[in-house]
C-alpha cells in the first residue's frame, strides 16, 4: 500500500514508513493513495467467523504484503482477541459493542495492533521510538495499555487535568515502566496541539517520535475491521446498506467506517453523532468549518474543537462538501438528550448505555423519526457503561460493575507528572529531560 499526506508536498511512503513516523514531514496525515476493493460477495462469504479472522483477512488485504504473512497473521489475531458483538436494540436500532477490550473502549483495536506492529518493525530494524499521544479520555488508556512493557518504545501520554474521569486516569497514570503520563492544565486541544508541534520539530529527531493517536494510519486501518464484522452480524449481503451511527469527536472512528466502505462495505451512509462540540454538524449545514475552545460534556472523548482528521475525511470525499453531506449526516446530542437516552433505553430495553453510546443511539433515533430511514442503523457503542458510573449513578440509580480486572482500580497510585503551563518550550523541555 502506498501512502500519501493529506497536504500533498511530502513523498509518498509504505505503510511500514507511514506507521513508524505517524505525522508526514509536511505536517499532514498520511491516508492510502487507493482503495483495493474487497467485492460483497468475498466479505459475505466471512460472515461466521470470528473477529480475528475477519481482520487478518481485511488487514491482509490492506498491507500484508509488506510483512510475513503468517507473522503477520499471528500479530493481527493476537490483537484482536476479544469480541466486538452487534446487539439488537429496537425498531431497527442495533448496537456495536467495542468495549470488550483490556481498556473497556474501541480504541483497543487499533492500539493493540500499532503496538504489536509497532514492536515487530523496531525489533527487525534494531531502533527505538518515543511515541507521543494526546487523549481526551480513551485514547490515552488503550495506547497505554497497548504499549506496556513493549521493548524498545517510550511512550508520553498528555490528557487535560481534570477533564478525564478518575478511572480513565487510573487506566493510563498508574503503570509507570515505559509509560509517562503527562498531566496538562489546559483542554485535549492544548494537548494535541503540543504533540502536533513537536513532530515537527528537527531538534527532537534523535527521541525519534511517533504517534499512537488516531493521526497514526496504523491505529485508523484496524478500526475498519469491526465494520465489518457488524455488517456480517446483522446479515451481510442479505440486510444491504446499513447506517452506522458514530459517537463522533476527533473523526477517527467516523473515518475508519468510510475506508471500510471505500473497500466496498456496503454503508449506505453515516451518521457523525456529536455531542455539542459540534464542529462537523456545523460545517455539513453551513460549509464554514469553524474551530473553537471544547466545551467539556458527559461524552468527554468526544470533546474535541478541532477535530485532527477532518482533512483525511474531506480528502477520501474528494474534498467535495457535496460529497460529504451526500454520505454523512451531522447530528448535535444535547447533554438533556444525552442523559434521557440512558434512561430510556434502560426503562425499555434493560440496557445500559455510557455517555458517547447514547449519543449514538440519541443520533440514529433522531436521524429514524426526521427523515424515515429504514435500513438497519448500528450505533457504536464506543466505552463500558461502567467506566462513567458517577453518570450512571445519577441516571439510572446504580452503577455498573467493572469486570474483575478492574476492580481495584481506585487503590492504584497515579505516577502522573504535572505540566506546569501548556507552552511548548515547557513540553519540549520535559521531553528532553
Known amino acids: 500500500m502506498i501512502l500519501g499526506s493529506t497536504r500533498r508536498s511530502a513523498p509518498p511512503v509504505s505503510f511500514r514508513d507511514a506507521l513508524l513516523r505517524g505525522l508526514a514531514p509536511d505536517g499532514g496525515l498520511y491516508l492510502p493513495t487507493s482503495w483495493p476493493s474487497v467485492p460483497s460477495d468475498v466479505i459475505s462469504s466471512w460472515r461466521g467467523l470470528p473477529i480475528g479472522e475477519i481482520a487478518v483477512r481485511v488487514l491482509t488485504h ?51 495492533f500499532l503496538a504489536r506492529i509497532f514492536g515487530y518493525l523496531l525489533d527487525e530494524r534494531g531502533d527505538h521510538a518515543t511515541i507521543l499521544v494526546a487523549t481526551s479520555g480513551d485514547t490515552g488508556s488503550a495506547v ?33 515502566g515505559n509509560i509517562r503520563a503527562l498531566r496538562v492544565p489546559g483542554t485535549f486541544d492544548d494537548c494535541q496541539r503540543l504533540v502536533k508541534r513537536a513532530f515537527l520539530d528537527d531538534s527532537l529527531a534523535g527521541l525519534h517520535l511517533s504517534s499512537a493517536n ?10 475498519t475491521v469491526y465494520y465489518f464484522a457488524s455488517w456480517l452480524a446483522v446479515g451481510g449481503i442479505d440486510a444491504g446498506d446499513v447506517v452506522f451511527s458514530v459517537p463522533s469527536g476527533n473523526l ?25 462540540n459540534d464542529v462537523l454538524p456545523e460545517y455539513l449545514t453551513t460549509g464554514a468549518y469553524r474551530a473553537r475552545p471544547a466545551t467539556p460534556t458527559l461524552s468527554n472523548a468526544m470533546d474535541v474543537g478541532d477535530p485532527s482528521n477532518f482533512p483525511r475525511l474531506a480528502q477520501v470525499h474528494g474534498e467535495a462538501l457535496a460529497a460529504l453531506r451526500a454520505n454523512i449526516l451531522g447530528v448535535s446530542v444535547s447533554e438533556d438528550d444525552t442523559r434521557r437516552t440512558i434512561g430510556e433505553t434502560y426503562r425499555t430495553r434493560r440496557y445500559v448505555l455510557d455517555p458517547h453510546g447514547a449519543v449514538g443511539v440519541a443520533a440514529a433515533v433522531r436521524v429514524q423519526k426526521e427523515t424515515g430511514e429504514r435500513r438497519p442503523i448500528i450505533a457504536l457503542a464506543t466505552a463500558h457503561p461502567a467506566k462513567f458510573a458517577d453518570v450512571l449513578r445519577e441516571e439510572l440509580g446504580f452503577e455498573p460493575p467493572l469486570p474483575e480486572p478492574w476492580r481495584d482500580w481506585a487503590s492504584r497510585p497515579v505516577k502522573a507528572h504535572d505540566l506546569p503551563d501548556v507552552s511548548y518550550a515547557t513540553f519540549r523541555a520535559y521531553l528532553l529531560q
Do not use: W
Open 214 to 223: 488516531s493521526i497514526n494510519i496504523g491505529r485508523l486501518l484496524p478500526q
Open 62 to 112: 490492506l498491507v500484508g504484503e509488506e510483512f510475513d504473512r503468517t507473522a503477520f497473521a499471528d500479530l493481527v489475531r493476537d490483537a484482536f482477541d476479544f469480541p466486538a458483538p452487534t446487539v439488537p436494540l429496537d425498531d431497527g436500532v442495533s448496537v456495536l459493542e467495542l468495549f470488550h477490550g483490556p481498556t473497556l473502549a474501541f480504541k483497543d483495536f487499533g492500539a493493540r
Open 144 to 176: 497505554a495499555q497497548g504499549f506496556f512493557g513493549v521493548p524498545r518504545v517510550q511512550v508520553v501520554v498528555l490528557y487535560p487535568g481534570g477533564k478525564v474521569s478518575r478511572f480513565q486516569e487510573a487506566q493510563m497514570a498508574t503503570l509507570g
Open 252 to 276: 477517527g472512528n467516523l473515518t475508519a467506517g468510510v475506508i471500510a466502505q471505500r473497500l466496498g462495505l456496503p454503508v449506505g451512509r453515516f451518521v457523525a453523532a456529536c455531542n455539542t
